[in-house]
């Protein structure tokens, strides 16, 4: 019994076989046993090649194999040509029906040179990549493949003119072996290398084959087209130069080498005009970004020179620190053919890749503000560069949101601009696949390798790749082959590591001069011509160097748009009231909504009970939970028209199980979302379990929230220390992204926090790197202690007229403590958030209070139920509700009302974490301006340590009952500070 393809390929059954084949796709039992099991054993590759033989999946099918000798009906290969038994029994017979067929030997040897063939022509589609020209260079690169040798498949130097048929593939019926290896050539083997056959969909791949295979992947350019490419490049190049020689040695980090970068770029944007397009928002590194800025945006050229002389790049009047030129973003309106498109330049810093999800979350945000269901006129593109395309982390996780119902975006193109190095290392040593964009088969995203000095084909592969785009909507990748003319910047020396690829660069003529000799021997302008387009541009740049002395930026953007009626903070925070409050009716409308499930669905029991209790709260007003409150000011802030998206892992259960925003039916496990159903004009209520992900899915948050002000934007965390995998996106963007490139944000990031002996990697959000970051009004961060308080918080995101981002150490034991609750007055009129909290109990006099204890978060109910039982009454708990911006009058009046105490700063966290490092010299400031008893805060809490907290529950536990008892009734003086300690 033949086992594999090779078997029969080398055998004279090939006729026979494939026979047998079409009829097991008819009928798999129609067939011996035998053989249907060795058809079910046929992996990919050789199913594919039989399937050619019954017909091409995207050309017309008139007739099947061996059509020369076609019967005159039919379209399979049973009904195109005699069974083996009917070639057998008339061979040599002369008259009848097969009075004119070939011998049996002949069909045979027809049928086994196709199925030869058709398996060349597929590992070429796999494989022809392998020996495609790619590099301008010449260093890299394979001119031969053993299977894509046509000796490989049985065929001799005497077979290369004797015609095969093919069944239509690559568009033709017949061929000779020369004319099918010339026409694989041209398609996988030039300047441009396809890989798409890893794709599972077939009619993905089907699509690419008949885009490329039937006009040999080339696009014919009309004169128009080739001059409009050229002059993108004379800008391209001339810019970098321009530069090069005012400013030698300025570090700008230049496109030099992959300038065809400018004329593909256009092509995408021109082409997804064409097919709709309305915006594109692009993520790129540092390299190359001044001249996309300047030839693809059309930043002033002026401007872009002004900032080279060290002017800034805001309005006198603008206040911010500003960033290097090279990490800046823009936005821009261009028209094509009559269509406008807008475009945008995310700003980003050095840390390559980390734009990446924040581009995306711009464009979902964009799309819902068009109401671009399709996803067909918002776009991202994302520039990489090929190191860190391979080598990046976030690349991985971009690619992994390209489908998932949340954060899908219809499709991004990623240009990687391959320099075939990584600032000095080669590629060999930092990445251990052949391509930086072997990466992107994990999405089966189509991948399209080109040489940079051939711009038409870089060109042609960027219309095909927006084309695909908006026909998949799906990821797609251009790996663009270039070269880095000057070091990693360009007061780098790159021949002390790549001497010989840079002796290559000297002598190899730019793009530009390149493409420019091409038109030339085409006859399509003339060496004058090309010299003199050169010449127009240079000067054109020398009037805009002129024009930069005097240029000063008039406006910024940061308040147009969907950003109109907001503005900068000024003044005090802490003077600020803004009203967060509601009406008891709209809260009550709220409650019965989210409490109610739908009729007739198959609710969990425990849900159940959860609803009910729900009801009660709202129905008695009292007793309102942690969950329940968040729900009301999510609903709230929906029924008064702001959209509300929830986004981390588990979020819709809630991790702790106390969410429960999506209901889901037992039996048919259908999704209900309550806060989807109170009322019909309502806003959305987005809730989305994130992937594994908290780098690239804060960022896209983050990346949503800079587009659309009005809408809650929260990124959840499932513990609080695990945001750790973030903080490149929360050092370069959140806290800083407003003083850099004056885009405000007001995400919100929900981080849980707090001790209750889970051990190190459960316990702490690690506050005080927050805290650490935190200045000049760039961040929220709050440790709120009631429900009603998180409700106030929330809202207060949305109903002030700027924004900031917001941190919340948000709870876990106090999810379900009896203490933690609120009414649902402390949420109706005339309520807000209050940045600090005073005693709750009645206690002494307030002269005669003998401490006051200053505490954030779950700490104060320790306290209080400790105090409590022991009935102590001459000892205050001040909740710190706001740590950032610091309350200075809320605590100052706090601490005014108990002169005669002892002030001390009580926390769960070790003495090296938590608020203590950040509070004490401020408690000591105000402690001095009011002529307070006591000159300095006391610290109690653990001592300093490497770990956030110990591993055993019992070490927890006698560590948190000595925090209590000391502050509430340990001897201060007997008390070691932690700077007195040796190991802090």
């Not at 999405?443 to 785009?469: L, M, T, Y």
């Not at 270039?482 to 990693?488: A, K, V």
């Not at 147009?560 to 967060?580: C, F, N, P, V």
Request: hydrophobic share 40%; charged share 25%.
């Amino acid at each position: 019994m033949a086992t594999s393809i090779d078997t029969f390929l080398n055998g004279t059954n090939a006729a026979f076989v494939a026979e047998l084949y079409t009829r097991y796709l008819k009928d798999p039992d129609s067939i011996d046993s035998s053989w249907k099991t060795y058809f079910e054993a046929l992996g990919d590759n050789e199913k594919a090649v039989f399937d050619d033989l019954v017909g091409a999946s995207w050309a017309p099918r008139e007739t099947g194999v061996v059509g020369r000798y076609a019967r005159p009906v039919g379209n399979t290969l049973s009904d195109a040509y005699a069974t083996h038994d009917e070639l057998s029994t008339h061979a040599g017979q002369g008259g009848g029906e097969l009075a004119n067929r070939p011998s049996v030997g002949a069909v045979r040897r027809a049928t086994l040179d196709s199925i030869r063939a058709l398996m060349m022509i597929r590992s070429y589609r796999v494989r022809g990549h392998l020996i495609a020209r790619f590099d301008p260079l010449g260093l890299e690169g394979n001119t031969e493949h053993a299977e894509l040798d046509y000796r490989h498949y049985g065929f001799a130097d005497s077979d290369l003119d004797r015609p095969i048929f093919i069944n239509s593939v690559l568009g033709l019926e017949t061929a000779t072996l020369r004319e099918i290896l010339q026409i694989l050539k041209e398609t996988y083997c030039g300047s441009i290398g396809v890989e798409y056959m890893h794709i599972m969909e077939p009619d993905v791949k089907s699509w690419i084959q008949s885009r490329i295979e039937g006009i040999r992947n080339q696009t014919s350019f009309t004169v128009r087209g080739k001059r409009a490419i050229l002059e993108r490049l004379v800008e391209a190049e001339g810019f970098e130069s321009f530069l090069q020689v005012k400013y030698t040695g300025t570090k700008r980090f230049g496109l030099d080498g992959g300038e065809a970068t400018v004329p593909a770029l256009e092509q995408i944007i021109k082409r997804g005009s064409q097919l709709g397009m309305k915006e594109i928002v692009f993520g790129m590194p540092h390299r190359g970004r001044l001249n996309v800025l300047a030839n693809v945006l059309r930043k002033p050229y002026q401007a872009i020179i002004s900032e080279f002389q060290g002017n800034s790049v805001l309005p006198d009047e603008v206040l911010g620190s500003g960033d290097v030129k090279y990490h800046l973003g823009t936005s821009a309106d261009r028209v094509f053919d009559g269509a406008n498109i807008h475009l945008s330049l995310a700003a980003n810093p050095s840390h390559l890749e980390a734009v990446n999800t924040v581009v995306l979350g711009k464009v979902r945000s964009k799309q819902k503000l068009h109401d671009d269901r399709k996803r067909e006129q918002v776009m991202g593109i994302l520039l990489h560069g090929d190191a860190a395309f391979a080598g990046q982390g976030p690349v991985a996780e971009t690619l992994d949101l390209s489908q998932l119902k949340g954060y899908r975006t219809g499709g991004t193109i990623h240009f990687i601009v391959n320099n075939q190095i990584g600032f000095t290392t080669a590629p060999r040593y930092s990445r251990s696949s052949p391509y930086p964009s072997d990466v992107a088969k994990m999405i089966q995203a189509p991948i399209f390798h080109v040489n940079g000095d051939d711009p038409e084909a870089v060109v042609h592969v960027s219309r095909i790749a927006v084309e695909f785009r908006q026909e998949f909507h799906r990821d797609v990748v251009i790996d663009m082959f270039c070269y880095r003319r000057h070091g990693h910047n360009e007061g780098d020396e790159p021949m002390f590591t790549q001497p010989i690829m840079y002796k290559t660069i000297a002598g190899h003529p730019t793009t530009r001069q390149l493409y420019a000799q091409k038109l030339i021997s085409e006859g399509i302008l003339s060496q004058h011509d090309a010299d003199q387009l050169v010449q127009d541009f240079h000067a054109h740049l020398e009037r805009e160097f002129a024009a930069a002395d005097t240029y000063r930026p008039n406006k910024v953007d940061w308040l147009e748009g969907e950003w109109k009626g907001l503005a900068q903070l000024s003044g005090e925070e802490e003077l600020r009231d803004d009203d967060t409050s509601v009406s008891m009716e709209l809260l009550e409308e709220v409650g019965r909504a989210i409490s109610t499930p739908p009729d007739n669905f198959a609710l969990n029991s425990k849900i159940a009970r959860q609803l009910k209790n729900k009801r009660k709260m709202i129905d008695t007003q009292e007793g309102v939970d942690w969950a329940t409150a968040e729900a009301l000011a999510f609903g709230t802030l929906l029924v008064e028209g702001a959209m509300v998206r929830l986004s981390g892992q588990d979020s819709g259960r809630g991790t702790f199980s106390q969410r429960h925003s999506v209901l889901v039916d037992q039996e048919n496990e259908e999704r209900y979302v309550p806060l989807n159903n109170i009322r019909r004009d309502q806003a959305e209520f987005e809730v989305i379990d994130s992937p594994l992900s908290e780098a690239g899915v804060l960022g896209f948050e983050y990346g949503y929230s800079l587009t659309d002000p009005h809408a809650l934007v929260i990124w959840e965390a499932q513990f609080g220390d695990f945001a750790n995998g973030a903080q490149v996106i929360i050092d370069q963007f959140i806290v800083s992204g407003e003083t850099k490139w004056l885009r405000m944000s007001g995400v919100v990031m929900l981080l849980p926090h707090g001790f209750e002996g889970q051990g190190p990697e459960h316990s702490s959000a690690r506050l005080e790197r927050y805290l650490q970051l935190c200045a000049e009004n760039n961040i929220q961060v709050v440790n709120c202690t009631t429900p009603a308080q998180y409700f106030h918080v929330l809202r207060r995101q949305v109903r002030r007229n700027y924004r900031k981002p917001l941190v919340v150490m948000a709870p876990k034991s106090l999810l379900r403590h009896k203490l933690v609750v609120s009414n649902l007055g402390q949420m109706g009129p005339r309520t807000r958030f209050r940045r600090v909290l005073p005693e709750a109990d009645q206690l002494v006099l307030d002269k005669n209070v003998r401490r006051v204890v200053l505490c954030s978060g779950k700490v104060y109910y320790d306290l209080l139920a400790a105090r409590r039982e022991r009935k102590i009454d001459d000892v205050a708990l001040v909740r710190l509700e706001q740590i950032y911006p610091f309350p200075w009058k809320g605590m100052q009046q706090q601490l005014s009302r108990y002169p005669n105490a002892e002030v001390v700063w009580c926390q769960e966290e070790p003495a090296n974490m938590g608020a203590w490092t950040f509070v004490a010299q401020r408690i000591e400031t105000i402690l001095r301006e009011i002529e307070h008893t006591s000159a300095k805060p006391f610290y109690i809490g653990r001592r300093g340590a490497a770990s956030p907290a110990v591993g055993l529950l019992k070490r927890h536990q006698e560590e948190q009952a000595w925090v209590v008892d000391q502050a509430l009734e340990g001897n201060l003086k007997d008390i070691v500070q932690p700077h007195q300690r040796p190991n802090y």
